[in-house]
């Protein structure tokens, strides 16, 4: 079994900055890749940034040049560096990771809130 937790979400005014952290732990062989996901209210899931297992990166449009995605391989920890926030990047952020387990699936975190407001 594998289970994936953030950590780093919060208040920030707009302009700051906030780093989300997500921890893969259990039974892991290995990791493909990771990303972030976010979901704001009454809106659908969406990309946010994902990176591979060999470190490529993509991101939203919406966030390119302010978010930054990275990963830590022997710590099974995948990071997003977000800074000039604004206020519609307020959201629930997920971790996602495609897993090798007992069977290679995706799994997601339960989720942090980020919260930009003055």
Do not use: H
Request: glycine share 12%.
């Amino acid at each position: 079994q594998v289970q994936l937790v953030e950590s780093g979400g919060g208040l920030v005014q707009p302009g700051g900055s906030l780093r989300l952290s997500c921890a893969a732990s259990g039974s892991i062989f290995s990791i493909y890749a990771m990303g972030w996901y976010r979901q704001a209210p009454g809106k659908q899931r969406e990309l946010v940034a994902v990176i591979s297992s060999g470190g490529s990166t993509s991101a939203a449009d919406s966030v390119k040049g302010r978010f930054t995605i990275s990963r830590d391989n022997a710590k099974n920890t995948v990071f997003l560096q977000m800074n000039s926030l604004k206020p519609e990047d307020t959201a629930v952020y997920y971790c996602k990771a495609d897993v090798l387990s007992v069977k290679r699936m995706d799994y997601w975190g339960k989720g942090t809130l980020v919260t930009v407001s003055s």
